[in-house]
Nanobody, 125 residues
């Protein structure tokens, strides 16, 4: 039971990427899913989260207005559309399931599980 993030790469400042988070061994329908990132030498940072029920979303202030989280339950996948990328967005991005009953704005590492390998996003000219 694990999530797999993909879609990272090298992009110039101002560019866009779409990350995907796919589930292996279980259905995402019943889980809120969060995206985190970790830059070298820094702590893992909560970026965004989407609920399992009504599609409500949360964004960190650092990405609000630039990133959009969405889900396609038919494809068992959650997406993170990243626009207007900045060098400070460079990090390894991870997705994870939120413990049921936890508010999506919590974004506390210990409330998330099913971590998989992340995907590297590098924003550089």
């Amino acid at each position: 039971v694990q999530l797999q993030a993909s879609g990272g790469g090298l992009v110039q400042p101002g560019g866009s990427l779409r990350l995907s988070c796919a589930a292996s061994g279980f259905t995402l329908d019943y889980y809120a899913i969060g995206w985190f990132r970790q830059a070298p030498g820094k702590e893992r940072e909560g970026v965004s989260c989407i609920s399992s029920s009504d599609g409500s979303t949360y964004y960190a202030d650092s990405v609000k207005g630039r990133f959009t989280i969405s889900r396609d339950n038919a494809k068992n996948t959650v997406y993170l559309q990243m626009n207007s990328l900045k060098p400070e967005d460079t990090a390894v991005y991870y997705c994870a399931t939120l413990r049921p009953g936890t508010l999506i704005a919590t974004m506390t590492y210990d409330d998330f599980g099913s971590w998989g390998q992340g995907t590297q996003v590098t924003v550089s000219s």
